[in-house]
């Protein structure tokens, strides 16, 4: 295996430590290959361990520096006792790229407490536990950057994301938050809020008339890809956007601002 080349540039990562959870798949295996071909050094938290060593393997044989955790984000003792661990296991916890969650397509009505507790307990409670202990070493290191993914379905009502809505709006207030109190100690905290992504959760979600909705409602009448919400988040969590704090960004090729849209001419 040879070492790749280190970037150069504001926008290089060089001796950063990135933390992505999720990164076994989706946008957060995304985020793992941005992060790494901008010099990172990534720990790739995931709960399927399985899929997480595949990806770091993937990482490693491409010449860049990368290890896996198995993690829950529902486990709040296991959460903060294996993020504690990392500054003195890698030398520091710069970044965390928080993508781990769950997604269901249930009416409102329909949605039992079994749905609204399992999808509560990892998009909002696991963002919760892995914020609070990342920002911990953070603060005490006087450096961070902290990015959360949330959704446009955080933003929109849309039909069937009752519980899923919930929390990534949760998510993005929460953010919020954590960008206030966090600002003082070097640490910036930024949500992203995807809209329709080509990922494997997507494939689940989006039967055919869901496509067909969103689809009329993107100007740019296509899905996104995991690499651009990965490329958007390697900008966030670098030095250039050094003074971006407590934004809330779309990348959703333009749903959100779209209103009534039809054929010029």
């Known amino acids: ?9 504001r926008f290089a990562l060089n001796d950063r430590v ?9 946008i ?7 992060l790494v071909e901008q010099g990172a050094m990534v720990v790739i938290a995931d709960r399927n361990a399985e899929a997480a060593d595949a990806v770091t393997t993937a990482l490693r044989e491409a010449g860049h520096q990368a290890q896996s955790l198995a993690l829950d984000v529902t486990d709040a003792a296991a959460v903060k006792r294996e993020i504690a661990a990392l500054p003195a296991r890698y030398g520091s916890l710069d970044i965390l790229v928080h993508s781990a969650g769950v997604g269901a397509e249930r009416l409102f009505l329909e949605t039992t407490a079994e749905d609204w507790a399992r999808i509560t307990d990892i998009n909002l409670n696991g963002t919760f536990h ?17 990015v959360l993914i949330s959704s446009v379905a955080g933003l929109r009502g849309g039909t069937g994301r009752a519980a899923y809505g919930a929390t990534k709006g949760a998510m993005l207030a929460l953010g919020k938050v954590m960008a206030v109190e ?3 100690y070097g640490v910036t905290t930024n949500m992203v809020a995807p809209g329709a992504i080509e990922t494997e959760l997507v494939a689940r979600m989006h039967d055919a008339k869901t496509r067909e909705a969103y689809l009329s409602g993107i100007p740019m009448r296509r899905y996104g890809t995991p690499e651009e919400v990965a490329d958007t988040i390697a900008f966030l969590v670098s030095d250039a956007a050094a003074y971006v704090n407590g934004v809330e960004l779309g990348i959703d090729g333009g749903f959100m601002a779209a209103g009534v849209m039809k054929e010029a001419g």
């Open 18 to 26: 990135a933390l992505v959870t999720g990164g076994a798949s989706g």
């Open 130 to 146: 892995v914020a609070q202990a990342s920002a911990a070493c953070m603060v005490r290191q006087s450096y961070g950057r902290i």
């Open 1 to 9: 295996m040879t070492q790749t080349a280190l970037p150069r540039g």
């Open 182 to 184: 966090l600002a003082p």
């Open 28 to 34: 957060g295996r995304a985020c793992a290959w941005a």
